[in-house]
């Protein structure tokens, strides 16, 4: 809800714009010749199904985009905009930049939001700005998206006993 998927799609859209010869919405760019572009965008989740499955998925999810990712830099040197809720993958950054003869990299980068610390409103702020994301706004959007109350504060004391640990 922050803006990742429509950032996506505005910069596979600037691509081909720029390869066609068109004007694209920046003040520079140096855009290198692509013979295709791949979207998954998913515009129709549904965010309560996805709750109920989650963390059945959780880990094998987890494991699958890694390893995608994985072979997406090391193996396709792909240029690539990955958006994710797993903070675990931010850690390809730091494994990749590692790999002997990498010329390819991996970048973090999160949308930005802020959390009013009397109401506990989150305000998307839909800036991309550079690193990982410190902290995850689920329960927030879980709010956001009426997701029933007992589930969010079943979640709140899950996050707090996690924090704890």
């Not at 081909?16 to 013979?35: H, K, N, T, Y």
């Not at 295709?36 to 965010?47: K, L, N």
């Not at 109401?119 to 991309?128: A, E, F, G």
């Not at 969010?152 to 640990?165: G, S």
């Amino acid at each position: 809800m922050g803006g990742k998927s429509t950032f996506i799609r505005q910069v596979g859209v600037t691509v081909l714009m720029a390869q066609v010869g068109s004007f694209v919405p920046c003040d520079e760019a140096s855009v290198s010749i692509r013979d295709c572009i791949f979207a998954r965008v998913g515009a129709g989740d549904c965010q309560v199904s996805l709750a109920l499955c989650f963390f059945v998925f959780e880990t094998a999810g987890l494991c699958l985009a890694w390893a995608i990712c994985e072979r997406l830099v090391q193996v396709k040197k792909a240029p690539t905009l990955f958006a994710t809720h797993f903070h675990e993958l931010t850690a390809l950054a730091q494994a990749n930049s590692e790999v002997a003869g990498n010329t390819v990299g991996v970048a973090n980068f999160h949308v930005s939001a802020h959390i009013d610390t009397e109401s506990r409103k989150l305000t998307m702020l839909y800036k991309v700005e550079p690193g990982a994301c410190d902290q995850s706004f689920g329960i927030h959007v879980a709010e956001f998206a009426n997701f029933p109350e007992s589930v969010v504060a079943l979640a709140r004391e899950k996050a707090t006993k996690v924090k704890k640990c």
